[in-house]
Structure formats: C-alpha cells, structure tokens
C-alpha cells in the first residue's frame, strides 16, 4: 500500500551547513517506492515532497558562500508533516531570532515529525522541545547544548537519536537522519535500495 505523500520542509538561513540541509534533502528527494534508475526521473512513486523555507523568498548564503533560493517563506509555506532544522554557525544568531523560534514552535505542533541536524538542535532546545528527552547535535556543541537546557540527556557519541524530536550529530549525520526516518515511515527495502542509488554506504 503506498502511503500518502509526505511535505518535507527544511529551513534555511545564512550561514547555513550545505549539507546539513543538503544531505537530508538528497535523501528525500531521491526515495522512491519503486526500485531502479528509471523511477526517478518522475515523482510517481516519491513518498516526500521536498522544499525549503526561509523567513522570506529573498536569497541566503550558506556556509562556504552558496547562495540558495528558498522555495518558501514563513507566510507562505505548505503545510509540513516533517521539519528539518539544519544547524551552522547561523543558528548561534537564531538563538534569539523571535520570528524563526516562533515559526519552528508552530510548524512543530502540527507537524508528525521534528527532527534537526548538527546545532540546529540547539533552537529547539531553546523553544523547549528537547526538555528531559535525549539528544545529541555536533560533538562542538555539546556542553552549549546542555547550557541552554540542563534537563537534556545528552548522547555524545550517538548520530540519530530518537526520542520524540529526532535529533543528529554533526553535518554528514544528518544523511543517517534522514535514511533512519525513510525506513520508519517506508521500510528497510525502500532505504537500502535509495542508499544504492546514491551510492551511500548506510551505518
């Protein structure tokens, strides 16, 4: 039975990790129900549909100098069943950013999924979300992380760890984040075989 197709929103900002939002993105966008090559050159059997979003349509520039245009603004995003928080070096401004925070508490109460990569588990941390549950993020920003919310059982050494919110490490984590989600929601077959095609080797 193929399940309902799935929006996949992920935020972007300046000085955002490319493959933070990258990694997942590849992921999602390249599963597929059916096996081989040819089933991606249409979205037929694609469970997710992927987009990003920004706080408005305007470019951003991620790390490295990638200019990126957001699918979306905050006013006009679709709805998101699963939301991906990319972390960088421009969460630490995000951190006290009302409007982001806001719209990451609101997406996250009507989405099924909330998961986060490298220290974008740093922002929901902050709105509360990660609040005497387990989490990880990049091992650079582990003691910030339990600086902003002491109840955080912090897992140092683990890549993706679920525990309502799915957060994971540092930056290529984020590729095992997403790989653990397609075989939850889709199956170990459908996971393996998208890794094949992308030629990653899963953990």
Known sequence: MTPERQN????VFDDVEVLDFAGPYEVFSR????????????YESAPFRVFTVASTKDPIRAT??????PDHGFVDAPRIDILV?????????LLDDA?????????????ARTTSVCTGSLLLARLGLLRNRRATTHWGALEMLSAIDASIDVRKTERVVDDGPITSAGVSSGIDMA????????????????????EYPRR
Do not use: H, M, N
């Open 8 to 11: 996949v929103g992920i935020l």
């Open 31 to 42: 599963t597929r129900l059916e096996v081989g090559t040819e089933s991606r050159r249409s």
């Open 64 to 69: 490295g100098g990638l200019q990126v245009i």
């Open 85 to 93: 928080v990319p972390g960088g070096f421009g969460t630490r401004e």
């Open 99 to 111: 409007t982001t925070l806001d719209w990451i508490r609101a997406v996250s109460e009507g989405a």
């Open 179 to 198: 790989f653990y989600l397609v075989e939850k929601l889709c199956g170990r077959e459908v996971a393996d075989e998208t890794a094949r095609y992308i």
